[in-house]
């Protein structure tokens, strides 16, 4: 009997092992015919034996679980700057122009403030641009303050608890420290005003002084789901690419030797990969770019200083298994984390691991491959990630508000005593204090 299953098991590992060198080679010869046969038989055996689906979280239906009170402040906060630049419209932080305009007919929203749970205020803090399309945050920590001084001294719901029931949406690099740069966006610190408030960012490194516990955190805005829904190939093409990975590898304006840009991950992918045939990397972007990634196997996606780049989301709904390279992954919240299970579809590497990741990827087992595979063609993992206009069940505007909803009752300390102050609006540095903005 010890025997049987010694040898039973024996096979299985040979098995297994008979696989990934086919796959190996495949990556290689691009026998097309034998991978797609082996493939989907295994997934469907994969298939049958286990539900891959991430969860009925990601289907919640946040509709009579909350409700939110949108503030109406002048339109030179939020529309009018749209109109000055409509660059904000496609730019990764465009999910704060995104919520505004799907709450203000959602069933979600209250016209009795008095009923509220949650309060927003609409403020585009991302849509002052550059010439080249990037956000220019000088002015942000001026306009924010500026809109919640208005809703304080306009409405009495921000003074009864100092905005511990408000949310606010500030996507950009380091949330609402509202720099571009990490070194000054630490020295900043996040607003103090917005110390109580819930935040909704795209940044989501805790332990960090520009991550405040308790924030929402989203996908970039990547492009219109219908341009992206465009590019798609069949689902069975064969995947003949093993590592794709395309955007800067220095920051030749504040870094040309790559000592800190993105922790110098990326110079250290350039120097160590840029000559082996397994990886497909460069900075052109190539105009297949999003077909080449979805025949591709494993897309790179470092951190950096945040992991709020399109790549991430760009991955998951082409069915490429991302490669988060990070230090400390515990310390790291990714999009929607109650709701998408990252440590099933994602590869999670050490910074210091780069030299061998060449190593790390030719040695993930090929029914792990498969597995993510299968767990990443799920539709509403990939609707999970997305902005569609209008709005759709399971998109990330939904997945917002069912954050919202979970954060639900309040709890004792969010409404303060009578003659109670926490916040001190004199605080912050002297450029954020002015209240003029435009």
Request: net charge negative; charged share 20%.
């Amino acid at each position: 009997m010890i025997l049987a299953e010694k040898k039973e098991r024996s096979m299985r590992s040979y098995a297994i092992a008979f696989i990934f060198f086919l796959l190996l080679c495949l990556w290689f010869e691009n026998v097309e015919f034998l991978f797609n046969h082996t493939t989907q038989s295994i997934a469907a055996d994969l298939l049958d034996d286990e539900d891959p689906v991430s969860g009925d979280i990601l289907d919640d239906d946040p509709v009579g679980r909350l409700k939110v009170f949108v503030y109406e402040i002048p339109s030179l906060y939020n529309e009018k700057r749209v109109e000055r630049d409509p660059r904000c419209l496609t730019h990764m932080f465009a999910a704060e122009i995104f919520m505004h305009r799907y709450l203000i007919s959602s069933p979600v929203r209250t016209l009795n403030p008095e009923e509220a749970d949650w309060f927003y205020t609409p403020v585009y803090t991302t849509c002052d641009l550059n010439e080249v399309g990037k956000p220019f945050m000088f002015n942000a920590p001026r306009v924010m303050r500026s809109a919640v001084k208005l809703i304080a001294t306009s409405w009495p719901y921000w003074n009864r608890t100092e905005g511990a029931d408000h949310f606010f949406v500030v996507p950009h690099d380091f949330g609402a420290c509202f720099d571009y740069l990490e070194r000054t966006a630490i020295s900043r610190g996040i607003l103090p005003v917005l110390q109580r408030a819930t935040l909704v960012q795209t940044f989501g490194q805790r332990n960090h002084v520009c991550y405040k516990d308790g924030s929402i955190v989203i996908p970039p805005y990547a492009a219109d789901p219908e341009k992206l829904q465009s590019h798609l190939v069949p689902a069975n093409t064969f995947k003949s690419i093993f590592v794709y990975f395309r955007g800067l590898f220095y920051d030749y304006w504040n870094d040309p030797a790559g000592d800190y840009y993105e922790r110098g991950v990326r110079a250290a992918l350039w120097e160590k990969f840029k000559d082996n045939p397994l990886f497909n990397i460069s900075l052109e972007r190539s105009p297949t770019y999003l077909e080449d990634i979805q025949n591709t196997v494993f897309c790179l996606c470092p951190l950096g200083g945040a992991l709020r780049s399109p790549r991430l989301v760009e991955a998951v709904v082409f069915g490429c298994i991302p490669v988060i390279i990070a230090d400390d992954i515990n310390q790291i919240t990714l999009p929607f984390s109650d709701a998408i299970p990252w440590e099933e579809i994602a590869i999670f590497v050490a910074e210091k691991n780069v030299p061998i990741l060449d190593i790390i990827l030719t040695t993930v087992p090929a029914d792990a491959i498969l597995m993510k595979q299968s767990l990443l063609a799920e539709p509403s993992l990939k609707q999970a990630m997305l902005y569609p206009q209008p709005a759709q069940p399971g998109d990330a505007l939904h997945q917002i508000l069912n954050g919202l909803a979970r954060k639900l009752p309040h709890g004792d300390g969010v409404f303060l005593k009578p003659g109670e102050k926490i916040l001190n609006w004199s605080v912050g540095l002297s450029s954020d204090l002015s209240d003029m903005f435009i």
